[in-house]
């Protein structure tokens, strides 16, 4: 099942080990580091202090807290020096925290209050937790109107390389951590009578400003005199999207079969993620074929946050060359 952004970074939560995406750390960092300057300053500025103000301040820290290793991991993953992850992650919310209550201390526990607090104080974890629950509700509105935002001002930006693997031995355990793409990659083991194999991983940023990631695998398979007989065996394997998707004036895929490369390129059917009831292109899979060269080529595509292609007035064969180039690894001849 396709795990989304913010249920990723929950069930990812305390694997400490594991790889983080950049998407998942900076917009995690980005909400809970404004939730909890908000929670430290709602109380006094607005609301004087009143208990159920002071049960969102406790249970908007804890939830903080919860997502430190989340963003330590992540910072680690990009490449800054543990101690600077410790610093910027643990260090300064906590100097945040002890500034906020010493500025509270000589109000914080006023006789009335104090009494207040003994009264009800089995409502403060109900509270707390009430609030958390609330919290994990409303976080994908949060969500959302973020990818409003990025699709508007940040998704025309030139995608980077910014991570590339070509170690064949990684690439059963890439595709396994790729949502969905075991399901439609090839296995190593059911790849027989090769000549060559030859893979890639590819990972491109194309948001300067929170992130945004593809992901791109690549297999390419050379044969030898059994090279016409594989490839017809693959295209009797696979079924293959028939007409282009889209929606109002936008391709989510707009060719079902284009020549880049020197490869002829067909668009799998993926039936376990049905294109036309989610109205995005957040991965597909191709398989592509050079006669000359001899060779099969699987590519895999995911990103969360891309929702088409391109425009239905853009010049479509250009486009997919584009995208294949921006998205994908060639080795060359």
């Known amino acids: 099942m396709k795990k989304i952004i913010y249920f990723r970074s929950y069930s990812n939560i305390l ?106 104080r089995i409502l403060i974890p109900i509270l707390v937790i009430a609030n958390i629950l609330l919290l994990i509700v409303f976080l994908p509105g949060f969500l959302i109107v973020g990818s409003l935002f990025y699709d508007i001002v940040i998704l025309s930006d030139t995608p980077k390389t910014t991570y590339l693997n070509t170690n064949i031995e990684d690439y059963q355990s890439e595709v396994s951590e790729l949502c969905n793409a075991e399901d439609m990659l090839p296995s190593l083991s059911s790849l027989t009578e090769y000549e060559e194999i030859k893979y890639s991983y590819k990972e491109c940023l194309y948001s300067t400003f929170l992130g945004f990631y593809s992901e791109g695998i690549s297999l390419y398979v050379t044969y030898d005199d059994n090279y016409l007989e594989k490839k017809t065996e693959v295209l009797n394997t696979y079924d293959f999207l028939e007409e282009p998707i889209m929606r109002s004036d936008e391709y989510i895929i707009p060719l079902t079969e284009f020549v880049h490369n020197g490869y002829t390129y067909q668009i799998v059917m993926d039936y376990s993620y049905t294109y036309n009831n989610t109205g995005t292109c957040k991965s597909f899979m191709l398989i592509g074929y050079s006669d000359e060269k001899q060779e099969i080529a699987y590519h895999y595509f995911y990103d969360f946050d891309l929702d088409f292609i391109c425009y239905t007035t853009d010049d479509l064969g250009n486009k997919m060359n584009e995208f294949m180039d921006d998205f994908f690894y060639y080795f060359e001849d």
Request: net charge positive.
């Open 15 to 120: 694997d400490y080990m594991g790889k983080t995406k950049r998407s998942d750390f900076w917009i995690d960092f980005l909400i809970h580091t404004f939730l909890l300057i908000v929670s430290i300053f709602f109380e006094n500025y607005f609301l004087n202090g009143d208990l159920l103000v002071f049960a969102i301040f406790t249970s908007i820290l804890v939830y903080y807290l919860y997502i430190l290793p989340l963003l330590t991991r992540r910072l680690r993953d990009v490449g800054i020096e543990p101690c600077l992850s410790f610093l910027s992650l643990l260090v300064v919310p906590i100097i945040l925290i002890l500034i906020f209550c010493i500025y509270r201390s000589k109000d914080l526990m006023t006789e009335e209050r104090f009494n207040r607090v003994r009264r009800i």
